[in-house]
């Protein structure tokens, strides 16, 4: 029995979707047509007399994955039946991996370098969706959509090394950029939940399980809630049952579904239809050679290559098309100048519009022409900004544009000089206040200049020269 230090203690079970284009045991698309029960045929649907065939490129995809997370891998991929009785499955069971996983024994770093171990990464067919007209505690009756059953998931089975839910939430952020790298999951349309064992020191660890929570904030919403519940609990000398509760996210509370089952409940037994499949060590290689570098990698080369900070390098990896975009761009830019630019103001403008990166058509050559014109200083910081801000909504040729608004940086001293007199002249009483010890008067003057040169000038040069004229 594990011996528990932290006072809360979290472990996860997440399932993503892969993102082949057939289901795991049937040619049934996994996308396509939204009319309920369109996509199925007599395998998915579990109708006697059909046989299921397995999907190679599921299997190659989950193989990614527990490659990516250090997995010892299973020799044998063995397949059985977890038998249960439940409308989202028409079989009256799934197909999933119970005595041998695919990979065991894993580990997944945190932002903060804490190790979380992995239990266990198998595979599994998705169950169908159910609709709950009045919600889940209040419907008379549950609807069944069977075109999402069948889709192939991995599970990820963490160790109990959660120590709050600001970790787990984390951990979702970590998973989800190793998934994204590998390319076996559709970040914008493949389903992604979890299920999240919680328990508490105050309660001798007695362990509640939470359901089906979808997205990042609902899973540390939801094990807030729940810590805070057990707490509250246990400080009124109330019993912490082992239980499974459901999350309510628009209530914002967790609710008892049921007494907790155990594995053995389900009364697993192997699959007879389908084969024991040989995972040999060529096919192991192939995959190995075939994956592509992961965030922690990149994190890595650009500290060491590129010379940019871990900070910086940390939240560009954070992205795979923001590291690829930092590599182009940092072949022809000076790679801390370039990090500057992807990190803070790309990022900035992404986020204001509300956007990400794989949504606008901006490319690194846009990227590349404004930067080469900011590190040869044609054009000042400020003006590169709004460039910026107008390239994300539409693509145009950054140096025709320069030319055309005239926007080139003013870099001529006795030009600059005539716009400090006058702004100096047009505000008298600023120079007062300044004269009179008020240092941020000047700012006033500075910003009067700015407008006259259209954010053409830098403010350094502009300052320098302002305190030269006024003594």
Not at 114 to 126: A, C, F, L, N, Q
Not at 247 to 274: A, C, M, N, Q, V
Not at 381 to 401: G, W
Request: hydrophobic fraction near 35%; charge should be negative; glycine fraction near 4%.
């Amino acid at each position: 029995m594990k011996h528990f230090t932290n006072d809360i203690v979290i472990g996860l079970e997440i399932h993503a979707e892969l993102d082949t284009k057939t289901k795991l045991f049937c040619s049934c698309p996994t996308h396509g047509s939204e009319e309920p029960n369109a996509r199925t045929c007599e395998t998915c649907l579990g109708m006697p007399g059909s046989k299921p065939v397995l999907n190679k490129k599921a299997v190659e995809f989950a193989l990614r994955l527990c490659l990516a997370l250090n997995c010892e891998i299973s020799p044998e991929l063995i397949f059985s039946r977890k038998s249960y009785f439940y409308p989202d499955m028409s079989k009256n069971y799934q197909i999933s991996q119970y005595e041998i996983p695919l990979g065991k024994q894993g580990i997944l770093k945190l932002r903060d370098g804490k190790e979380i171990g992995i239990t266990r990464v198998h595979m599994e067919e998705d169950p169908a969706s159910l609709i709950h007209p009045a919600g889940l505690k209040e419907s008379q009756y549950v609807l069944v959509d069977y075109n999402r059953s069948g889709n192939p998931l991995v599970e990820i089975v963490t160790e109990p090394d959660l120590a709050s839910p600001d970790e787990a939430r984390d951990f979702m952020k970590q998973l989800i950029t190793v998934l994204n790298y590998l390319e076996i999951f559709d970040i914008n349309d493949g389903i992604i939940k979890a299920d999240a064992n919680v328990s508490i020191k105050e309660s001798d660890y007695a362990r509640v399980e939470i359901k089906n929570i979808t997205g990042f904030k609902e899973i540390e919403r939801a094990l807030m809630y729940e810590v805070s519940r057990q707490q509250d609990e246990t400080s009124h000398h109330k019993k912490i049952e082992q239980e499974t509760r459901a999350w309510d996210s628009e209530k914002g509370i967790t609710f008892t579904l049921r007494k907790k089952e155990t594995e053995e409940d389900y009364g697993y037994i192997i699959d007879t239809d389908l084969t024991v499949v040989e995972i040999t060590g060529k096919l192991v290689k192939e995959i190995k050679k075939e994956m592509p570098e992961l965030a922690q990698d990149k994190v890595r080369k650009f500290v060491e290559k590129h010379k940019i900070k871990k900070e910086d390098a940390e939240i560009i990896a954070a992205e795979k098309g923001l590291a690829e975009m930092f590599e182009k761009v940092a072949e022809e830019i000076n790679p801390i100048l370039a990090a500057k630019w992807l990190r803070r103001e790309l990022v900035r403008v992404l986020n204001y519009n509300k956007k990400e990166l794989h949504e606008v058509e901006i490319d690194e050559k846009h990227i590349i022409d404004l930067l080469k014109l900011v590190e040869n200083k044609k054009i000042t910081d400020n003006v590169a900004s709004k460039i910026l801000e107008k390239l994300i909504e539409k693509l145009f040729d950054v140096k025709e544009y320069i030319k055309k608004e005239k926007l080139e940086a003013v870099s001529d001293i006795s030009e600059l000089e005539k716009y400090c007199k006058e702004a100096i002249e047009e505000n008298p009483k600023a120079i007062e206040d300044y004269k009179k010890g008020e240092a941020k008067a000047l700012n006033f003057i500075v910003g009067s200049v700015m407008k006259k040169t259209r954010g053409k000038a830098t403010p350094k040069e502009v300052n320098e020269i302002i305190l030269r004229l006024v003594g």
